[in-house]
C-alpha cells in the first residue's frame, strides 16, 4: 500500500505577555497538536521576581538581598522552557535557566511517555574555572568550561532534548521551526564537560562531544559496512596540538593526547634551555587506565604509567657544537630514528639514520654529511661530501617544492639543521613521507657540496634504487647571493638572492623521466618583498599508460590550459613585490609544449590601495600556437581604473572608473576583433578575416618531412628520400654481432629468449603475421583516426610482418612464432579526425592505438612429466676405486652410414643397429634397479638433426679440454 501523507504545518508566535517575552513554535500534524515547545524569556533578578509576588514570600526576599548584599544581580532568572510532543517518541519536558554570580545553571528534567524521564543540571562557569593556572605560561590556559550531570532510567539515541534553545526571527518569513541537535544518553549516570587547553576543546580534539555524556557506545543497529572499525574503537594514534610556549629556561613545543584501550595518555614535546645546553624530552608523559578510576593514591600510583619516546641534547659553545638525539617512532614494529651532529669551527660532520624491526627482518639507512671546505679550482671548490644507504628501506623523491626541504638536502647543506634547533621529531615526520621500511628494496646515495667563484653555493646528490622499484635520480639545490656573506664576517643584507632546486628522476616503476626545477622561497631581488618565482620541467612517460608524452614547460600553462593529472605542477615565471603597505606588484610569464600545441604568455598587475582609495593597472598576452598546419590564436589585454568607497553613518557606497582594451588575433588568414570599455559605453573593432576560416591542408611532402623520421642521408639527398616509417630490432636474446663483409653485422641469438619488435611511425588500423590477423587488446575506434594536418578524417594502415625460413621446411614451422600487437598514445594534433583549427590548449591523446608488434618463440611443453625418484635411490656408500687415466682409450667411433653430415647425425642418434643395441643394454641395465623408464623414442630427433645440433660434436678423453 503507498505510504501515508502526512499534513504538516509549522507555527512560530512571539509576543510579549505581562512584560515578559514569550517565544512558541509549534506543529499540526493533520489537524491535531504534533509538538509544541516554548520559552519564556524573564531576565529579571530573583529578588524583584519575589517582590511582585505574594507577601508569603518577604521571608525568602529579605534573605535572598542578605546573600547578595548590593549586587542585585547576583541570582537572576533567565528563562524557563517546556515542551510537549504528541507524536512517537512523546515526551513533556521542563527548563530553568539561572545566573549565579556570572555562572550559568540550567535545571532540566524531560518525561517520556510510561516511565522512562531524564534529570539533570548544565553549569557554565565564567570565568572558567582553573583559569590561570601555572601551566598557562606553557600551554596555554587550563580551563574547564561546562560541566553536565544527567541521570538517565534508560538508553536514548538522538533525543531532541531542549528544542526551544533556538528560535527565528519572524521578521525573516522563515517559519519553519528550527532543527535541534541530538544528543545520547547512556542508562544511569552521565557527565558531559568542555575542557579546553588553550584554544582547543580536549572532548572534540580526542573525538569525543560535549554534547554527548560519557559512557561506552551501544553497537550501531546499521549495516555491518556502517558500523566502526573495532580497533578503531580501542586505538587513537597521537595526535598533537603545537603550543611553542617557554617560561623562563623551560619551554614546551607541543601536547600530544592518545588513547590504547583502556588507557589514556597525555605527552609533551619539551625541555629546558640552560644558555649553551638544551635538553629536550619527546613524548614525555603519563598514562592512566579508565577502568581502574579510584580514590585510593595507592592505586592510582600503582595504576599510572610514565613514558618517554625519545630525547635529545645540544651543546653550542662558541665554535664548538654537539648534538644528538633518538626517537622511538612506533612500537610495532619497533622503529627508533636519530640524529648526530658535530661541529668544530667550519668543520661538521651531520648523520641521520632509523632501525626497524620488520619482525625479524631489519631495515635501516644511515646518511652522513661532511662539510669543510677541502680545496679545488675556484671554479669548482668542494666544500663537503654526503654518502648514505639503505637496506630495506624505500627511497621517494619528494616533490618539486619540498627538494630543498627534504631532510637529507638540509643537513649536506646547512651546518646548523641538526644543532640546537633541532626538531627531531619534524625531521622524522619529513622522512616517514619519503624514507620508511619496505623489504626488497635498497638504495645508495652520494653528494657533493661545492662553491662556485664565492659566488655560486651549490650541492647535488645521485641516489640509485634498486629491489621491488629501480629508479636512479638527481637532486640539486644552488644559490646565489649578492653581495656574497663571507665566512665569519657581519651578515650583510643582500639586494639579490636567488635559490633553484633541481630534480631530474628516471623511474622505471613509474615509465617517466622527469627534470625538473623550482626557484625557492629563497630568490628576490632589491628586497625580500619582491620575491621570484617560477620552474621549468621536461617530462617523457614510456609508461602503457602514458606511452609517447610528453610536456616542455617554463614557467607553467596557458590560463585554459588544464593539465593531465601526469603532467607537472610548474609555477610562473615572475615576481610577487609588495613594494609598500599601498602598493603591490604581480607578474609572470609562461611557455609551454605539448604533444597537441604550443602555448606561451604572461601578465602584470599593478595595484595601489589607500583607505578607500583603489587604482589598478594590468596587463596580459596568451598565445596558442598550432604548428602543422600553421595556425594562431592570440589574446591581449590592458586596462587601468580607480575606484573610491565612501563610507558614511554606516552607508557605503563605491563609485568607479575603468579604461580597457582587449585585442583577439587569429589567421592566417589574419583576422581579429578589439574590444574597448569605458565606464558606461563599450563597443567592438572587427579588421581582417571574420570567417575564422580553418587553414588549408598540407601535403603528403610536408608532412612526412615535418614529422616522421627521415634517414640518416635525408640531408645530402638529391631528391627528398621516403620516410622511415617501419624499424625492427631485437628486444632479447641478442648474444653477439659478427661484422660481415659487404653487408649489415650477423647477428647471433640465444634461440630460447629470442624476440623482436616491429614499430611504425603511423597508427596502424590492421596488423598481420604471415598472412594472419592479429587482434590487440585495446584498441581505439578505427573512426577516431585520421591525418588532421592533411585534412584526412579516415586512416587505413595496414601493418604487415613476414618471416621467412631459409632452406628446406615443412608446414606449420611458423607456429611456434607468437606475435602481440603493442599500442602507444598518439598525439592527437596528428593522427585525429576530427579536423579543423583548435580551439583552446590541450594535451590530448589517442590512446592505445596499435603501433606494431613484438613477436617471441612459444615455449613447448614436454609431452610428459618427470617420473617420481623413490628417496631409497639417493642411499649410496663410498667406495674406494682407483682410475688410471693414462690407460682410458679413446673411443672409437660408431660407423654412421651417409655421406652427408645430416645423415651422420641421423644414424648416429636413431637408425643405427650397433646405436640401438648399446642403448637397449643400459636401459635394461636400470631397469633392473626397480627404476620406472618410459618408453625411448627419437624418431623427430633424427628427422630434425640439422635444426638440434647447430655444430659439429667434439670428443675427448676424461679430463682433457676442448
Known amino acids: ?79 524557563i522552557a517546556f515542551g510537549y510532543r504528541n507524536t512517537d517518541p512523546g515526551f513533556v519536558q521542563l527548563i530553568v535557566t539561572m545566573t549565579v554570580v556570572g555562572n550559568v545553571f540550567r535545571f532540566a528534567i524531560l518525561k517520556m511517555k510510561g516511565r522512562d524521564f531524564v534529570v539533570g543540571l548544565d553549569l557554565k562557569w565564567e570565568p572558567s574555572m582553573f583559569g590561570g593556572n601555572i601551566l598557562s605560561g606553557l600551554v596555554g590556559a587550563i580551563a574547564l568550561k561546562d560541566l553536565g550531570v544527567y541521570w538517565s532510567s534508560n538508553r536514548f539515541e538522538n533525543l531532541k532534548f531542549d528544542p526551544a534553545r533556538d ?7 522563515n517559519l519553519s521551526v528550527p532543527a ?11 557527565l558531559s564537560a568542555k575542557i579546553s587547553v588553550g584554544s582547543l576543546n580536549l572532548l572534540d580534539f580526542l573525538g569525543g562531544s560535549d554534547d554527548a555524556p560519557a559512557g561506552p557506545p551501544k553497537p550501531a543497529e546499521t549495516t555491518p559496512a556502517a558500523k566502526p572499525d573495532e580497533a578503531q574503537l580501542k586505538t587513537m594514534p597521537t595526535r598533537w596540538v603545537k603550543v611553542d610556549k617557554a617560561i623562563g629556561p623551560f619551554f614546551v613545543k607541543r601536547i600530544g593526547f592518545e588513547y590504547d584501550a583502556p588507557e589514556v595518555m597525555i605527552k609533551m614535546d619539551g625541555g629546558v634551555n640552560l644558555s649553551c645546553v638544551v635538553l629536550t624530552l619527546l613524548g614525555f608523559g603519563i598514562s592512566y587506565p579508565l577502568n581502574k578510576i579510584t580514590t585510593d593514591i595507592k592505586e592510582i600510583l600503582k595504576a599510572l604509567r610514565f613514558h618517554l619516546d625519545g630525547a635529545s641534547l645540544a651543546l653550542d659553545v662558541g665554535p664548538v657544537g654537539i648534538a644528538g638525539g633518538l626517537l622511538k617512532v612506533s612500537d610495532d614494529p619497533l622503529q627508533l630514528d636519530g640524529t648526530l651532529m658535530l661541529r668544530v669551527g667550519s668543520f661538521t660532520l651531520g648523520a641521520i639514520g632509523s632501525y626497524a624491526d620488520l619482525h625479524g627482518t631489519p631495515s635501516l639507512f644511515i646518511f652522513a654529511a661532511f662539510q669543510q671546505i677541502l680545496g679545488g679550482p675556484p671554479y669548482f671548490v668542494v666544500a663537503g661530501l654526503a654518502f648514505g644507504f639503505g637496506i630495506n628501506r624505500a627511497l621517494e623523491i619528494p616533490p618539486m617544492d619540498q627538494v630543498g626541504s627534504f631532510p637529507l638536502v638540509k643537513a649536506a647543506t646547512d651546518p646548523f ?87 631530474v628522476c628516471l623511474s622505471l616503476s613509474s615509465g617517466v623521466l622527469a627534470v625538473e626545477g623550482q626557484l625557492t622561497e629563497n630568490s628576490f631581488i632589491l628586497s625580500r618583498q619582491c620575491r621570484l618565482t617560477g620552474g621549468f620541467a621536461f617530462n617523457c612517460w614510456f609508461c602503457p599508460a602514458h606511452l609517447g608524452d610528453f610536456v616542455v ?28 603597505k599601498y602598493l603591490s606588484i604581480t607578474g609572470g610569464i609562461y611557455f609551454a609544449l605539448t604533444p597537441s600545441c604550443c602555448m606561451a604568455g604572461g ?54 572608473i575603468e579604461l580597457s582594451a582587449t585585442l583577439h588575433l587569429w589567421g592566417p588568414p589574419f583576422g581579429g576583433t578589439a574590444h574597448v570599455t569605458w565606464w558606461v559605453i563599450s563597443f567592438d573593432i572587427d579588421f581582417g578575416d571574420q570567417k575564422k576560416t580553418a587553414p588549408g591542408p598540407i601535403d603528403w611532402q610536408e608532412f612526412h618531412q615535418s614529422f616522421l623520421p627521415q634517414p640518416d642521408n635525408a640531408a645530402n639527398a638529391a631528391t627528398p628520400p621516403d620516410p622511415v616509417i617501419n624499424k625492427v630490432r631485437i628486444a632479447s636474446g641478442l648474444i653477439r654481432e659478427q661484422e660481415k663483409e659487404g653487408g649489415d653485422p650477423f647477428k647471433v641469438v640465444n634461440a630460447h629468449t629470442f624476440s623482436f619488435v616491429t614499430e611504425a611511425a603511423v597508427p596502424c588500423t590492421g596488423l598481420q603475421f604471415n598472412q594472419r590477423p592479429v587482434t590487440p587488446v585495446h584498441a581505439p575506434d578505427a573512426s577516431q583516426l585520421g591525418i588532421k594536418p592533411m585534412g584526412v578524417g579516415h586512416l587505413n594502415s595496414q601493418h604487415k610482418v613476414t618471416v621467412e625460413k631459409q632452406g628446406k621446411h615443412g608446414d606449420g614451422w611458423d607456429d611456434h612464432l607468437e606475435p602481440a600487437a603493442t599500442a602507444q598514445g598518439m598525439p592527437h594534433a596528428l593522427w585525429s579526425s576530427e579536423l579543423g ?83 637397449d643394454a643400459i636401459l635394461a641395465t636400470l631397469e633392473q634397479q626397480d627404476m620406472q623408464l618410459h ?25 682433457e679440454s676442448l
Open 1 to 79: 500500500m503507498p505510504e501515508k501523507q502526512i499534513n504538516r504545518a509549522d507555527l512560530m508566535v512571539q509576543g510579549r505577555v505581562a512584560g515578559v517575552d514569550l517565544d512558541l513554535l509549534g506543529t499540526l500534524e493533520d489537524g491535531r497538536l504534533g509538538e509544541i515547545t516554548g520559552c519564556a524569556r524573564i531576565d529579571k533578578s530573583l529578588t524583584d521576581i519575589l517582590d511582585k509576588l505574594d507577601g508569603n514570600f518577604k521571608d525568602a526576599t529579605n534573605l535572598l538581598k542578605q546573600i547578595a548584599g548590593d549586587k542585585d544581580a547576583v541570582f537572576r532568572l533567565d528563562s
Open 167 to 173: 528560535f527565528r526571527d519572524i521578521d525573516a518569513l
Open 180 to 190: 535541534v541537535k541530538g544528543r545520547s544518553f547512556n542508562k544511569g549516570l552521565n
Open 417 to 503: 639543521y641538526l644543532g640546537t634547533k633541532l626538531d627531531l621529531r619534524d625531521v622524522s615526520d619529513k622522512l616517514g613521507k619519503y624514507v620508511y621500511p619496505s623489504p626488497g628494496n635498497f638504495w645508495m646515495a652520494a653528494g657533493l657540496k661545492f662553491i662556485s667563484f664565492g659566488l655560486i653555493n651549490g650541492f647535488v646528490m645521485a641516489t640509485v634504487s634498486v629491489g621491488i622499484q629501480f629508479q636512479v635520480a638527481l637532486l640539486g639545490l644552488a644559490k646565489v647571493q649578492v653581495p656574497p656573506q663571507a665566512p665569519g664576517a657581519p651578515e650583510v643584507e643582500p639586494i639579490a638572492s636567488v635559490e633553484l632546486a633541481i630534480k
Open 553 to 580: 614547460s617554463l614557467g607553467g600553462y596557458h590560463p585554459r590550459f588544464v593539465p593531465p593529472a601526469h603532467y607537472p605542477v610548474v609555477p610562473r615565471l615572475g615576481l610577487q613585490w609588495s613594494v609598500s
Open 603 to 656: 601578465k602584470l598587475d599593478a595595484v595601489f590601495q589607500m583607505g578607500g582609495l583603489r587604482a589598478w593597472f594590468y596587463a596580459y598576452a596568451d598565445f596558442l600556437i598550432s604548428w602543422k598546419p600553421f595556425y594562431y590564436d592570440v589574446a591581449i589585454g590592458i586596462g587601468i581604473g580607480v575606484s573610491y568607497t565612501l563610507r558614511l553613518l554606516g552607508i557605503s557606497k563605491t563609485f568607479g
Open 837 to 919: 583549427q583548435p580551439k583552446q590548449p590541450s594535451a590530448k591523446r589517442i590512446a592505445n592505438v596499435p603501433n606494431g608488434m613484438t613477436v617471441t618463440l612459444r615455449h613447448r611443453q614436454p609431452n610428459h612429466a618427470l617420473t617420481f625418484i623413490d628417496l631409497k635411490k639417493f642411499r649410496y656408500e663410498i667406495i674406494a676405486k682407483t682410475i688410471d687415466w693414462a690407460a682410458v682409450a679413446i673411443p672409437g667411433q660408431i660407423p654412421a652410414p651417409g655421406d652427408t653430415k645430416l645423415n651422420v647425425f641421423s644414424k648416429t642418434v636413431w637408425d643405427n643397429p650397433d646405436v640401438n643395441a648399446k642403448r
Open 935 to 959: 618408453q625411448v623414442a627419437l624418431p623427430e630427433l633424427a628427422a630434425h638433426a640439422a635444426e638440434t645440433f647447430q655444430t659439429m660434436p667434439a670428443m675427448a678423453v676424461p679430463g
